[in-house]
């Protein structure tokens, strides 16, 4: 029988096995280089390019399966014998940085100023993005959680890169579009067939969470960003087209939050309204009240679900080794057992305790599937302190913002800040490097230096106040 060979073993051996292709390809590469270099030294064009390459990120973002964007997500730097493909993001990205050199150069005059802000307002942040890679130290697996660290640090440099760059405006574009381009790369190039809607991305709950993002966006601008009629039947259209998504990707889960994050943005207007405390307060019940009846209708209303929002039990089987990775977890209560490694139990065996853990049915689970549980058995309960402290300064600079600014603009942190927390109910999306990680790396930094500018301007209209200024 004839062994399939994958596209890119096909493209490595015809370049490698001709010498003068070989030549050839890099000639062009070289030449290209070099025009694209100069054209991105113009303003116009290098913020062109620039945002092109933003929108690409936040595509691939999701760690596709599609050839060649599966092969640009940093992930791949975290496997070790996944042959010359997984080594793109090595050469992919400082290309980037040298056809961008003249917007990088604007970015490296600012980036202290950039991370002061970062440090001031959101100093957990910080700390949480450094554990991964410290966690080598301690990790039960060193050399996987080093490759595991390096990824997500170089993953969540260029999220720092294009938040520090790009204010609400430009980079709810980039999302939206995006988020947009991976539904219809999947509906075009793996369509729904009658099982669980997949996609171009890795599960239906990967595409689900992307989907939810991309309708609650879209029903955002159409709310509230839409200038003319024309764009407005563009949001419009494409919010449907993502909502249909949603329902024939069969995700519970992802249908439930999409109408949360619906009934959030209908809200803003209202928020908009309170003072700090009263939206601070409103926001914070909302998510409780919301975290409560997505639990009770996934965990219980099998009819409703089987029904309604297509067949997935999400919380069930989790509820069953929650409690054994909490108790493991308290195993190593200070640090963990290091980023990418508690579930290691293909490598370890016996030597980790996720070899132990199963369920009734006999699943033995290969992630957590909850983004609080991950985090503490990656980093201990320090690593979740900053985490939820990181999260809570969030949640009240997003509710400060949305009392100061155009509610398209206010309402793109408020999305993912629920989202996040209602998604790694189910998911470990916190401690992956993938598009929700990004998405909080990106509105921690915006949001930052947004609310270091609002306070710089009301200390300088009113020196007065400076003693008596808060942060919130």
Same mark, same amino acid.
């Given at each position: 029988?004839t062994?399939?060979?994958?596209a890119?073993?096909?493209?490595k051996?015809?370049?490698?096995g001709?010498?003068a292709?070989t030549?050839l390809?890099f000639?062009?590469?070289?030449?290209?280089?070099l025009?694209?270099f100069q054209?991105?030294?113009?303003k116009?064009i290098?913020?062109?390019l620039e945002?092109? %390459?933003?929108?690409l990120y936040i595509?691939i973002s999701?760690?596709?399966?599609?050839?060649?964007?599966?092969?640009l997500h940093?992930?791949?730097?975290?496997?070790?014998?996944?042959?010359?493909?997984?080594?793109?993001?090595y050469f992919?990205?400082?290309?980037?940085?040298?056809?961008?050199?003249?917007r990088?150069? $604007?970015?490296a005059s600012n980036?202290i100023?950039?991370? =002061?802000?970062?440090? $001031?307002?959101?100093p957990?942040?910080?700390?949480?993005?450094?554990?991964?890679l410290?966690?080598?130290?301690w990790?039960?697996v060193?050399?996987?959680?080093?490759?595991a660290?390096?990824?997500?640090s170089?993953?969540?440099?260029f999220g720092?890169?294009l938040a520090a760059?790009?204010k609400?405006y430009?980079?709810?574009?980039?999302?939206?579009?995006?988020? =947009?381009?991976?539904?219809?790369g999947?509906?075009?190039?793996?369509?729904?067939?009658?099982?669980?809607?997949?996609?171009i991305?890795?599960?239906?709950?990967?595409l689900?969470?992307?989907l939810t993002?991309c309708t609650a966006?879209?029903?955002?601008?159409y709310?509230q960003?839409a200038? =003319?009629k024309?764009?407005?039947w563009i949001?419009?259209?494409?919010?449907?087209?993502?909502f249909?998504l949603?329902r024939?990707?069969?995700?519970?889960?992802?249908?439930?939050?999409?109408?949360i994050l619906?009934?959030?943005?209908?809200?803003l207007?209202?928020?908009?309204k309170l003072?700090?405390q009263?939206a601070?307060t409103s926001?914070i019940c909302?998510?409780?009240v919301?975290?409560i009846?997505t639990?009770?209708?996934?965990?219980n209303?099998?009819?409703?679900?089987?029904?309604?929002?297509?067949?997935d039990?999400t919380?069930t089987?989790r =509820?069953?080794?929650?409690p054994?990775l909490?108790?493991a977890a308290n195993?190593?209560?200070w640090t963990?057992y290091?980023y990418?490694? %508690?579930?290691?139990?293909h490598?370890?065996?016996?030597a980790t305790p996720?070899?132990f853990i199963?369920?009734?049915?006999?699943?033995n689970?290969?992630n957590?599937?909850n983004?609080?549980?991950?985090?503490?058995?990656?980093?201990?309960?320090?690593?979740?302190i900053?985490?939820g402290?990181?999260?809570?300064l969030n949640l009240?600079y997003?509710?400060r913002y949305?009392?100061?600014?155009?509610l398209?603009?206010a309402?793109?942190?408020i999305?993912?800040?629920?989202?996040?927390?209602m998604?790694?109910i189910?998911?470990g999306?916190?401690l992956?490097?993938?598009?929700?990680?990004?998405?909080?790396?990106?509105?921690t930094?915006r949001?930052?230096?947004d609310?270091?500018s609002s306070?710089?301007n009301i200390?300088?209209s009113?020196?007065?106040?400076?003693s008596?200024h808060?942060?919130f």
């Open positions: 029988m062994q399939k060979v994958s890119a073993r096909q493209l051996d015809l370049l490698l001709h010498p292709l030549y390809v000639g062009v590469l070289v030449v290209t280089t025009i694209l054209l991105a030294s113009k116009k290098g913020s062109s945002k092109g %390459f933003g929108i595509y999701p760690f596709l399966t599609q050839v060649p964007f599966n092969y940093f992930v791949n730097l975290k496997e070790q014998a996944g042959g010359i493909a997984t080594m793109l993001p992919f990205y400082p290309w980037v940085v040298i056809i961008l050199f003249s990088f150069k $604007i970015f980036f100023d950039y991370f =002061t802000k970062v440090l $001031i307002f959101n957990c942040f910080l700390l949480y993005s450094l554990l991964p410290l966690s080598t130290f990790s039960i060193p050399d996987i959680t080093l490759r660290g390096i990824a997500f170089a993953f969540t440099v720092f890169y760059q790009y609400w430009d980079l709810s574009r980039f999302w939206r579009w995006g988020y =947009t381009a991976v539904g219809f999947s509906f075009i190039l793996a369509p729904p067939r009658g099982s669980d809607f997949v996609g991305t890795q599960s239906k709950n990967s689900g969470g992307v993002l966006f879209w029903y955002l601008h709310s960003g200038k =003319t024309r764009e407005r949001a419009l259209g494409m919010m449907f087209f993502s249909y949603v024939t990707n069969k995700s519970g889960a992802a249908l439930v939050i999409t109408i619906i009934i959030a943005v209908s809200s207007n209202f928020l908009k003072s700090f009263w601070f926001i909302f998510i409780v919301s975290i009846v639990v009770y209708v996934l965990d209303l099998e009819s409703i679900i089987v029904d309604g929002l297509g067949k039990l919380l089987g =509820t069953e080794f929650w054994e909490i108790d195993e190593r209560p963990g290091g990418d490694g %508690f579930f290691q139990q490598k370890l065996g016996p996720a070899y199963y369920t009734a049915s006999g699943f689970p290969q957590p599937h983004g609080a549980i991950g985090v503490l058995l990656a980093f201990g309960w320090p690593g979740l900053l985490m402290i990181s999260l809570l009240a997003a509710v949305l009392s100061r600014s155009k398209e603009d309402g793109m942190p999305c993912f800040l629920v989202y996040i927390i998604s790694n189910t998911e999306y916190l992956t490097t993938g598009n929700s990680w990004l998405s909080y790396v990106m509105l930094v949001l930052a230096i609310n270091a306070t710089n200390t300088t009113n020196p007065a106040r400076l008596a808060r942060t």
